[in-house]
């Protein structure tokens, strides 16, 4: 099965192609469109993550966490904070013991799929 724009877009995102790669790999070539599809494209996204606040409490959760690498113990504790259920990696092992589902893109996405099934 064909993966949609929104699942590539996704799996893209989290999966080996970090956020600040993703603008420059859909970036229009060069005396083309000057830069409207990567916003386009970015706007897409946007419908597709919750922006999660990170303050005080979330960095003092987060710096308390045993997490030994802090980015992700602050995007642990934000998740958790905002009550999000779902919390997408490209290393679930760095989550031990979460209280909230941890998959990578792909997992998720094969989930996703077989529930449609």
């Known amino acids: ?28 070539l060069p005396g083309r469109d000057s830069g409207g599809r990567t916003l386009q494209i970015l706007k897409m996204f946007r419908e597709l993550v919750t922006v999660v606040p990170v303050d005080d409490k979330v ?16 995007q642990y504790r934000a998740e958790l904070a905002a009550k999000i259920r779902i919390l997408l990696t490209r ?3 760095d989550y031990r013991k979460p209280a909230i589902a941890v998959f990578t893109a792909e997992e998720y996405l094969a989930r996703r799929r077989s529930a449609k099934s």
């Open 1 to 28: 099965m064909a993966q949609t724009f929104a699942e590539t877009a996704l799996t893209d995102m989290i999966q080996g192609t970090r956020t600040a790669r993703f603008p420059r790999r859909c970036a229009p």
């Open 59 to 74: 960095i003092s959760a987060a710096l308390n966490a045993g997490f030994s690498d802090f980015e992700d113990a602050v």
């Open 91 to 93: 290393n679930v092992r």
